[in-house]
């Protein structure tokens, strides 16, 4: 069973979480409590978004939808920032001269 105050609380944590973000975003800060931590993996976010869908999924109340949108919108961002990362490569870079 879950308790719905902790649901709530967890929701509003992630929105505070983004909107801080964003802000520190907007305003070029580079907190120092931050700075000196790693930032995890793309894996490791994308299984924490994952974790959090699987947890939500027998949830029936708005915000559990709404939080399901911003995890599959965040999921489709790190798969686009990663996409773009890519270096193009062409047919012939995976053949190298022939030795004889």
Known sequence: MHD????Q???QSV???IAAQ????KNGGDD???ASEEKPSRRDALLAASTLQSFISDIHEPFARDL?????WFGHQ???DESKSLKPT????YFGPRST
């Open 4 to 7: 719905e105050g902790s649901e």
């Open 9 to 11: 609380e967890i929701y």
């Open 15 to 17: 929105l505070a979480q």
């Open 22 to 25: 964003e802000d520190s975003e």
């Open 32 to 34: 120092s409590d931050e």
């Open 68 to 72: 399901e949108g911003i995890l599959a």
């Open 78 to 80: 790190i798969w686009l």
């Open 90 to 93: 062409g047919i012939l870079d």
